[in-house]
């Protein structure tokens, strides 16, 4: 009878997840192995419909190609520097907006919750032209303002990746504040009061309640945003398209250009294939090395 029951849940069980088991096979599973199969292939305009197998090369133009280097360089800028800039800022924010004391605190978090209310396009879109060098309110009015240099991503790789990363982070900032802040909210203050008795100051409750505290919140939001953002594709197609030159091009922005500029959609599912790998290789070393999921265990 026992047996009978167990059975019936462990159906029951499949059948919750059956529906999240389907969604991933269609959504993630069968177009990585359509692009793996189409990147052995001669696919492109002129081929669509008649292609032929040519086996590895479309990797092999990839790796005999002078910029693939110089594409993981400029990926790994642009994850990382939006990635620690945007933690940063918005764990910052959090903690400011965690202060007990601190008051007209839901006026401050509607306000800074802004960027969020917006279209990410739309965003963008104002953004390229807050950044035109001279007439841009940045360069016209608010740079000069601070005593701070124009930028021209024109011209400059360097200002290229500030503007990137800076209007990157002004997207994303309140995503990381409401994660960091939810997560801080759940402390209990009591534990904050126990350690002021125990004479603890500021720093002692940051690293020995605070930061262990948020473990499992850091190690999240850091492996989700690390792939979201490599893979992120519209601020450096709308900003800067991969210029100048291709000094800020990234895999998926050239794998893009590929397919829907160029029409080598063979090629292009080749980048797509290696910035997968590279996501996963990346993504391994960091957890084994960082530990950054030993929270979860």
Known sequence: MTSSKNGKNEDNGFLYILPILILTIFVFILPLVYALYISFTNMNLFHLFNYNIVGLKNYAIIFECGYFWELIKNTLIWTLGSLVTMMSLGFLLALILNQRDLKGKSIFYAFLILPWAFPGFIS???????????????????????????????????????????????????????????????????????????????????????????????????????????????????????????????????????????????LASAWSVISTIFVIILGLIVIKYTHILDSFS
């Open 124 to 266: 963008l879109l104002i953004w390229q032209g807050l950044w035109v060098d001279p007439y841009g309110m940045m360069n016209k009015l608010i740079l000069p303002m601070l005593h701070l240099p124009r930028i021209n991503s024109l011209i400059s790789t360097t200002d290229a990746w500030i503007e990137l990363i800076l209007t990157n982070d002004w997207l994303s900032f309140p995503y990381f504040m409401t994660v960091f802040y939810s997560s801080l909210q759940s402390i209990p203050h009591e534990l904050y009061d126990l350690a002021e008795l125990d004479g603890a100051g500021t720093l002692t409750k940051f690293f020995r309640i605070t930061l262990p505290s948020l473990k499992r919140t850091i190690a999240f939001v850091f492996i989700t945003s690390f792939v979201f953002t490599w893979n992120n594709f519209y601020p450096i197609f709308i900003l800067t398209g991969g210029g100048p030159g291709i000094s800020t091009e990234t895999f998926i922005v050239y794998a893009y250009e590929e397919a829907f500029d160029y029409s080598n959609f063979a």
